[in-house]
């Protein structure tokens, strides 16, 4: 008796997508330089009204295959950001799944829709 071989689901998730492979792919924060040298010059006021413009996203080098977009992309249509971010990161925090989701439209070349 033979044993049938089992396909892979189609909607199976990438074996490349690690949790730390996802996490080296998502943006990061910095303080904006021209924010920083406005501040220094004394441009913009203490507190919390000088605080717009402070930080700035930055990408980093490591990006998703189209292959690892497509399956957080076609995950994200039915699930919130959180479950998106438990899901690949084993992490639900909110912020980290529109990251996510964020990351897969820029390695397919597209930009996330402001509502």
Do not use: K
């Amino acid at each position: 008796m033979t044993v049938p071989s089992i396909e892979p689901l189609p909607n199976a998730r990438p074996a490349s997508l690690t949790p730390a492979h996802a996490e080296a792919c998502l943006p990061g924060y910095e303080i904006n330089p021209d924010w920083q040298a406005r501040r220094d010059r004394g441009e913009i006021p203490d507190g919390i009204r000088g605080m717009g413009g402070m930080l700035r996203l930055v990408w980093p080098e490591e990006r998703f295959t189209e292959e690892e977009a497509r399956w957080i992309l076609t995950l994200r249509e039915t699930t919130s950001w959180r479950v998106l971010a438990n899901e690949v990161l084993g992490n639900s925090n909110q912020i980290f799944g529109m990251g996510l989701e964020q990351a897969a439209l820029r390695a397919l070349g597209r930009e996330m829709e402001t509502p």
